[in-house]
């Protein structure tokens, strides 16, 4: 799960990915009036029982209940085996679960359902061009590509992938304008590559488009139907690359209430504290995680040496010397295999340092 200070470029989502649209005690879940459904390709929007089907669904893999996410997703391709809906779904509640223990170790399923949904989109699209859902779903579909480059793959490839589905999104609104969810992909695109590209930001043909993506994000979060909560999520890390801490943690709260179960938003309120100098707010929430990813017993160790390292900052922080070492010592002992050990030598390497210096600190007292 995104917990470092590195934000991840284009957000761990450039597109819905993991936080759905829950909605809050007593709000309806509303359709919006796009295109007509039809029997082969049922509309999303407009098929309550397909809408309400993928919101459960997303509702369980935001409380970290991926299993059951993917049996009723299952259940959604077993009734509409010819929509993409189902696999769509599917692939993210596999995609939330590996951003969740940071492990693509289920990605050929997750490509998979992907390539599923890929193609059952592109045949909707060509049996209905004027329809707007089979763009937005091949732009979902084509983000998660983006989304596992940023993760697991590279910057530059992740950046390519991204354009191409913000180039869907784009479709999907010039097809229905009030397709308001399709603002997800374009706002995340607008906002992380301008941060990415700051350093060559000055010249006339390469816009800023950081308070646009922000606008576009918060359009989202406010409007949206399936990508509501998604949007607060992407937006909650913008606002914390952006230094704005205080509006990050009261949307990060909200977060919380809708998924009490999930872990995401407590990542999201740890670094937020964390940057705010509230260590023991910090401490707490990164012991929290540190205790949820335990409790699985899943051989998170990449998570947990995260976990330590914040910790650790956060005890030397409030001077608190002496428990600083003991987290330190923490995170250099799990038994994480050899390629977690090297995706994390950053934080180990710190960890060290930090220990090296606590150490001298506690001879002199």
Not at 259 to 277: T, V
Request: glycine share 8%; proline share 5%.
């Amino acid at each position: 799960m995104i917990g470092r200070g590195s934000i991840l470029p284009l957000a761990a989502a450039i597109l819905l990915s993991a936080m759905p649209s829950i909605p809050a005690c007593g709000e309806s879940r509303t359709v919006t009036d796009h295109q007509e459904s039809s029997p082969e390709f049922p509309s999303l929007y407009q098929t309550p029982a397909i809408l309400d089907s993928v919101l459960s669904g997303l509702d369980l893999a935001a409380n970290d209940h991926f299993a059951e996410a993917e049996s009723l997703f299952q259940r959604l391709t077993d009734i509409h085996p010819g929509s993409p809906i189902g696999p769509l779904f599917r692939a993210a509640a596999i995609h939330a679960e590996m951003l969740d223990r940071e492990s693509p170790e289920r990605f050929p399923e997750f490509a998979l359902w992907l390539r599923r949904a890929h193609f059952l989109s592109q045949q909707w699209k060509e049996r209905d061009p004027r329809s707007a859902e089979p763009e937005l779903l091949l732009g979902i579909a084509e983000g998660y590509d983006a989304v596992y480059e940023s993760r697991w793959g590279g910057w530059f490839a992740a950046l390519k992938k991204g354009l191409r589905s913000k180039n869907r999104f784009n479709d999907a609104l010039t097809k229905d304008s009030t397709l308001i969810d399709a603002l997800i992909g374009i706002g995340n695109y607008d906002y992380w590559k301008a941060d990415k590209t700051d350093v060559i930001n000055w010249l006339p043909m390469i816009p800023d488009n950081r308070n646009k993506g922000l606008e576009e994000l918060h359009q989202v979060a406010v409007s949206g139907v399936i990508c509501r909560t998604a949007a607060r999520g992407s937006l909650v890390w913008a606002l914390i690359n952006e230094g704005r801490y205080d509006e990050a943690l009261a949307h990060a709260d909200t977060l919380t209430q809708q998924a009490p179960e999930g872990k995401a938003p407590l990542w999201m309120k740890g670094f937020a504290n964390y940057r705010l100098y509230r260590w023991e707010e910090a401490l707490a929430l990164y012991r929290e995680i540190a205790e949820r990813i335990e409790s699985t017993g899943a051989g998170n160790y990449f998570n947990l040496i995260e976990c330590a390292y914040f910790e650790a900052q956060c005890l030397f922080g409030a001077g608190r010397y002496a428990e600083a070492a003991g987290a330190c010592h923490k995170g250099l002992s799990y038994p994480a295999p050899e390629a977690t050990r090297k995706r994390q030598s950053g934080r180990i390497g710190e960890l060290r340092d930090l220990q090296k210096r606590l150490k001298k600190l506690l001879a002199k007292s």
